[in-house]
């Protein structure tokens, strides 16, 4: 039975491991595949799998796989350290407790105690009083919108799978990817680290001004307007940086403490909330005695005066009190008083007449200051000298700071953060998907109701002027929520001064752990030294920082200045929620599946609008700032950032983007402005996988300066299923040299039967859409003459055939060795372009693009063009500079005059030679050494033929062909050499002829010499005595063979050779030649022979660039 010898292996995990781990782990989208495990050998006696057990290595039994998901354990950070630093000790691991959290008590209660906080107690009263009823509730409205809409996005991106411990930075990060993550995260942590000197600022506010005023190190009795001021701001620098330095070391020292004593300070804020609520019901039946004094219609500080009047009588005598003592020089009646004082009278007010008194109509409108200004009660008549300047203004209320409705928003905001905190805790939760969407909407909605109410019953119980005084100085020192409250104003002052200093305690131990959480994953290579910590994972590192940005803070030391800071922070952070959940949902990912079914991208992009709009309302130039800080993270994440692949929603943009655009692109063909090469570089690989060319690579870098599209292609011969390694291979060292030589683009590796083939398909197939490639950059093929199978040549002009039938415009690069590497700059030198036909103007761009390039910003671009016979090449040169002109393109113009003139015997013998040889390689069937046999007879026959006896004369200047550098064996016969040596190193001027010393050797020869040196430019240097027609019958006689040479080669050899003479004549110098490349004949038989023709049309020219049109205009003079 064969199915006995099946045995089915299985990949288990004896540990459970994390399958969402893998900060930085590639796989992490697929983590149970190629998971390679050592212990995943666990022999399955099973023989019903059998079909399987060749792939259970690569994937795992579905048994095995869910009992590894089940144990999966999603700890929370730090742990892990937890847990090597046991294993260190030796002792035994205690097993992890599952987090139990429920949603009361691991989501609604942070985030309630996180959102209620320093604004409610310090400044919601006065927000009412300055903005008035209707625009305070307009402010709340509007922020707890956002934070509500922002709720409603983070849960459905928190529900769509496992949320680890990092919270919103993680989701952000997962969701919008690593530079959108690392910039929110950083907004995130210095928002966090900001609020917590905002917390550690209010603390110290209550406790200087509410509890024990008399602590003060800067006293501030007697001192006036500004001198006032900066002692109390430098009173509250010395006492916040103490409270900062303690609460760094009570995190340092343990973080159990304070998550111990968090549901301690929640309780004095719910008694603080519950006091107001219940002194607001009293109001109604017995309101609290909170007398205000006025002055006229100016608010009195209730300090230093005990009776709110001028006199009063005592024993029928009418006596001073202390407070005409406070405005006038003595206790009599008769003494010199304040001017303002002796024309108003002192009125004794309630500042809080109750719930039922109606004062809320009177609260319902805005009233803003200027700084300096008195608090005025509205109605009431004061009698002002005219021209008389405010004296005795500290015995008044003023208002310290000058006040607008965007200011308002700026310090209001900050109440309704803190809606992350349940998302934080996302590792300690029971269920994460079900709690934090549940616990957090529910916090917020609780918040918001009490917020609102506030607003409300704030209006409707409290004496305006009392409202508007931010240190509630008119009503003796007390905190004006703390008037309200019941049974004593004490509940508030005590319950909010340590709700505030749980804040701060919340704060400085949360930062560290984002900040950690961000150096962790390795995005920001400047933060990798915070991703270390004490031996449990404390962040130690981060802590430092946390604390030194949180003094920065407190250097301000405002309350009202830096809750704007922190204000534009979180609404970077909460916009960037939104608009991560908004994508998510548009684009539709396959992996956006939230189990929170009430979200609509429609919302979050409201959201998002929202945190935008309040971020400029609150203050545009800090909204700049956070907006710089952010793109500084995102571009230096982009550029230095490691590189991550989260699967994240920004990629899905991309994706998007690239198929909008590519269907625009499929419209039709570019215009004739916007064409640019797309270029295809074929290059060819060694056994290695190595590119043999590698300089085809600096040349493109060069030519396209990083724009448009680049495909480097190379082609395997094989089966892909077979060499699939090698293909990979190949791509890895393509991808290594184009980042080398900073080519921009794309590289593919085809595997085809043979080399022939898989060139063609990427001919054909390169590119997607619009996107595809119109110009191929080759090499010229190295060798050609000596390859065994003689395919090499074969596949280049059947290369040429296919570009030209694919309308594609081909570039082939000679002598590619010479050409310079992107390091290189040429100072001087030429560019010469050698136009012959027209075939799209692809000559004129591509030295302009190449000029673009600093190896090539110094050359001098020059134009030679050939004029025949019966052409007018003054006219030529003329209309040739007009037309570059509209070009705008500089260059030299130069008309190369070339008049028919008869063939030489050179050219015969050349075309003689090159036949022959072609007659030979057709004799496939010879064996090597036969071949070899049958050029040395050739070559030793046609050696009587031409020789040189002179050869000392001849110096030998030409570059190093690729031929000769190759130093394979060459089969080429050395006469043909030696000629082309003479030809290309001695450019024949007329006016050296070398045949006087010819014909003192042989008659015979001299015809021959002149012939060939003298090259028959018109009739200049003809044979002495001989008259052309005799000249070639001569030779015909000499040479009976050349009567049968077909006479469309002769002609066609005849044109290189000439071509090439003027050639290396004018341009031998020159960086770089560019010319026409001539097509391969029409018929199959010649392809030799054309190899042959552009040998030797390119003959003793360094580097080459031959060229060939796509078919279509690329130039235009129209704008």
């Known amino acids: 039975d064969v199915n006995n010898h099946f045995l089915c292996q299985t990949a288990t995990d ?20 190629n998971s390679s495990d050592p212990e995943k050998s666990q022999q399955y006696d099973g023989k019903t799998m059998a079909l399987f057990e060749e792939e259970m290595d690569t994937s795992p039994m579905v048994s095995s796989l869910l009992s590894s998901l089940a144990n999966y354990s999603n ?101 919008l990817g690593p ?66 330095t303690s609460m760094a070391v009570v995190v340092f020292v343990g973080v159990k403490y304070v998550n111990k004593l968090a549901l301690v300070f929640l309780a004095c804020v719910i008694c603080s909330i519950l006091a107001v609520y219940a002194g607001v019901i009293k109001t109604a039946i017995e309101p609290p005695v909170f007398p205000v004094c006025l002055l006229g219609n100016r608010t009195l500080v209730w300090k230093g005066f005990d009776v709110c009047a001028k006199v009063i009588e005592r024993e029928n005598v009418t006596v001073t009190t202390k407070l005409w003592r406070l405005f006038c020089d003595s206790e009599l009646l008769n003494a010199t008083c304040d001017s303002y004082f002796v024309n108003n009278n002192v009125t004794e007010m309630p500042g809080i007449p109750g719930i039922t008194s109606g004062i809320l109509k009177e609260n319902l409108f805005g009233n803003y200051l200027d700084k300096g200004m008195f608090l005025e009660k509205v109605g009431y008549p004061s009698v002002e000298e005219p021209d008389a300047i405010p004296t005795n203004t500290n015995r008044y209320v003023l208002a310290d700071i000058t006040t607008f409705f ?260 499929e419209e039709g063909p570019p215009h004739t402005k916007n064409w640019r090469p797309q270029i295809l570089v074929l290059v060819s690989v060694d056994v290695e996988q190595n590119v043999e060319q590698p300089r085809l690579l600096s040349l493109t870098s060069q030519l396209k300066a990083g724009k448009g599209l680049t495909i480097v292609g190379t082609a395997l011969a094989g089966t892909f299923l077979d060499n699939h390694p090698q293909a990979q291979q190949a791509e890895q060292s393509l991808k290594k040299l184009m980042e080398t030589e900073k080519v921009k683009g794309f590289c593919q590796v085809v595997v085809s039967s043979n080399i022939r083939d898989a060139t063609s398909h990427l001919v054909q197939a390169s590119g997607l859409g619009g996107l595809q490639h119109n110009t191929l950059l080759v090499s010229w093929p190295r060798n050609w003459k000596q390859a065994e199978d003689h395919q090499l040549w074969r596949n280049f002009i059947e290369l040429v055939r296919e570009t030209t039938a694919a309308s594609k415009a081909l570039l082939v690069a000679k002598n590619t060795a010479a050409f310079p590497s992107n390091g290189e700059r040429f100072t001087e030198g030429h560019i010469d372009v050698w136009w012959i036909v027209h075939d799209g103007g692809m000559l004129m761009l591509l030295p302009f693009l190449l000029r673009q390039h600093k190896v090539w910003r110094k050359c001098k671009m020059r134009i030679f063009t050939v004029a025949q016979m019966d052409d007018n090449s003054i006219q030529m040169k003329k209309d040739l500079t007009t037309f570059l002109y509209h070009l705008r393109l500089d260059a030299q113009v130069e008309v190369v005059e070339m008049h028919d003139s008869d063939i030489s015997a050179y050219t015969y013998e050349k075309t003689l030679m090159m036949e022959q040889r072609s007659q030979i390689l057709k004799q496939i069937n010879l064996t090597k050494t036969e071949r070899e046999r049958e050029i040395q007879s050739i070559t030793d026959s046609s050696r009587g033929s031409i020789r040189r006896k002179n050869p000392a004369a001849v110096t030998t200047q030409l570059s190093v062909t690729e031929e000769t550098a190759s130093g394979s064996k060459e089969e080429k016969p050395e006469e043909e050499e030696q000629l082309i040596h003479d030809k290309s190193t001695n450019p024949p001027t007329p006016a050296t002829p070398q045949s006087p ?100 049309l390119t003959e003793g020219l360094n580097r080459v660039l031959l060229v060939r049109g796509g078919g279509r205009e690329v130039i235009t003079i129209y704008s």
């Open 14 to 33: 004896q540990n459970p491991f994390n399958p969402f781990a893998g900060d930085g782990n590639p796989k992490e989208s697929s983590p149970f595949i």
């Open 75 to 175: 700890l929370p950070q730090g742990s892990k350290e937890h847990e090597e630093a046991e294993n260190n000790e030796g002792s035994r691991k205690k097993p992890v407790k599952a987090p139990q959290m429920g949603t009361l008590m691991g989501v609604y209660m942070p985030c309630m105690q996180n959102i209620l906080g320093v604004i409610l107690f310090l400044r919601m009263t006065w927000m009412v009083g300055i903005g008035g009823v209707i625009e305070a509730f307009v402010i709340v409205l509007m922020c707890c919108s956002t934070t509500m809409l922002t709720a409603i996005s983070m849960s459905a991106i928190a529900t769509n799978g496992v949320v680890p411990a990092g919270g919103s930075y993680y989701m952000i990060s997962r969701s």
């Open 179 to 244: 530079e959108f993550g690392g910039a929110v995260g950083i907004c995130f942590y210095l928002g966090t680290t900001f609020a917590g000197a905002m917390y550690i600022l209010g603390c110290i506010e209550i406790l200087l001004i509410y509890i024990v005023p008399q602590a003060a190190i800067f006293k501030m009795e007697g001192l006036e307007g500004a001198e006032a001021e900066a002692a109390m701001l430098n009173n509250m620098r010395v006492y916040g940086t103490l409270v900062l």
């Open 406 to 665: 965007t200011l308002l928003v700026g310090i209001y905001f900050p109440s309704v953060t803190g809606i992350m905190a349940g998302s934080n805790r996302s590792g300690d939760l029971r269920d994460a998907q079900k709690s934090i969407p549940i616990g957090t909407i529910m916090a917020i909605s609780t918040t918001s109701f009490i917020y609102m109410s506030s607003v409300v019953l704030f209006g409707s119980c409290i004496e305006g002027t009392v409202l508007r005084d931010k240190f509630g100085e008119a009503v003796r020192g007390n905190l004006v929520i703390g008037t309200l409250a019941w049974p004593s104003p004490w509940v508030i002052v005590i319950g909010s001064f340590f709700s505030t200093c749980g804040a701060g305690l919340q704060s400085l131990t949360g930062a560290p752990r984002l900040l950690q959480a961000i150096a962790r994953d390795g995005i920001v290579p400047f933060l990798r030294v915070f991703g270390h910590g004490k031996a449990n994972g404390e962040p130690t590192w981060a802590l430092l920082l946390t604390a030194s940005i949180c003094e920065s803070g407190i250097l301000i030391a405002s309350l009202d200045s830096v809750a704007p800071i922190l204000s534009m922070f979180f609404l970077m952070c909460y916009m960037f929620v939104n608009l991560a959940c908004a994508l998510q949902t548009l684009l539709r990912t396959p992996n956006w599946r939230p189990r929170f079914k009430f979200y609509h991208w429609a919302l979050s992009f409201l959201g998002m609008s929202l945190c935008l709009s309040l971020m400029f309302i609150c203050s545009w130039y800090y909204a700049i700032v956070a907006m710089a800080i952010a793109g500084c993270i995102y571009k230096y994440i982009e550029f230095r950032g490691a590189e991550k692949e989260w699967g994240d929603g920004i990629r899905g943009v991309s994706l998007s983007a690239a198929r909008y655009a590519l269907m625009r692109l």
């Open 997 to 1096: 010393v010819a014909e003192a050797e042989t008659p015979g020869t001299v015809v021959q010499m002149t012939w060939t040196e003298a090259k028959c430019d018109g009739d200049q240097a003809k044979p002495k005595g001989l008259s052309v027609t005799e000249g070639i019958k001569d030779l015909f006689s000499m040479k009976p063979e050349w009567e049968n040479l077909n006479q469309s080669n002769v002609r066609r050899m005849h044109t290189a050779l000439r071509l090439n003479g003027e050639i290396v004549k004018k341009s031998q110098e020159a960086k770089l030649v560019l010319l026409n490349m001539p097509g391969p004949p029409k018929n199959r038989n010649g392809d030799e022979n054309y190899m042959e023709f552009l040998e030797v």
